[in-house]
């Protein structure tokens, strides 16, 4: 049975019938010139042909059969005509009814923080409503804020002196 071990996959997919066409002939073949493959084939179909005579397989009810054709045209209506945008929506992982419990719930919030938000005023402090530190500190910032423009202003400024020199090169 050395043969039937490295075999026995494609022994099983031709005893149930689904061997590939491409893989029939040179089985065949094989089981030709093996007599363990083959003999092991025969017990195999002989053990399902009985096991078939002594369990029949129950007719399906109609109620049954209609499910099932429905099951399958459905699923190869799925895979055939659905675009990458509704098959996750239709097929069960978003559902209308949570789609429209996620807008409410957003537009609760929305509205939560709106209202919030209009409640709520800034102050606005002037200069002199400030310590001396504090002003400082805001002198500070604007100078910073400003820098780039005071660097422009430098530039500028050299640019003048230069010219006013009347130097031809820069």
């Given amino acids: 049975m050395k043969c039937y071990s490295d075999r026995q996959e494609t022994l099983w997919l031709d005893v ?20 363990d493959c083959s003999y092991e084939r025969e017990v195999l179909l002989q053990l399902l042909e009985n096991v078939k005579e002594a369990m ?5 009810s109609h109620k049954d ?19 990458w945008f509704r098959k996750p929506f239709l097929s069960g992982y978003i559902r209308p009814i949570h789609a429209l419990a996620a807008c409410c719930m957003l537009i609760v919030a929305f509205g ?5 938000g209009l409640q709520h005023t800034t102050s ?13 500190i805001a002198k500070d910032l604007d100078l910073l804020e400003n820098l780039e423009l005071l660097e422009e202003m430098d530039t500028l400024e050299k640019l003048g002196q230069v010219m006013d020199r009347g130097e031809t090169t820069i």
Avoid at 16 to 23: A, K, T, W
Avoid at 56 to 60: E, K, M
Wanted: aromatic fraction near 6%; glycine fraction near 6%.
């Fill in 16 to 35: 149930y019938g689904e061997l590939s066409p491409e893989v029939r002939p040179a089985w065949e073949k094989h089981l030709e010139t093996c007599r």
């Fill in 56 to 60: 029949p397989v129950p007719p399906l």
């Fill in 65 to 83: 059969a209609e499910a099932l054709q429905n099951d399958i045209t459905r699923k190869l209506k799925e895979q055939q005509g659905n675009t």
């Fill in 112 to 116: 939560w923080f709106g209202l919030k």
């Fill in 124 to 136: 606005v402090q002037t200069v002199s409503d400030l310590g001396i530190e504090e002003q400082m």
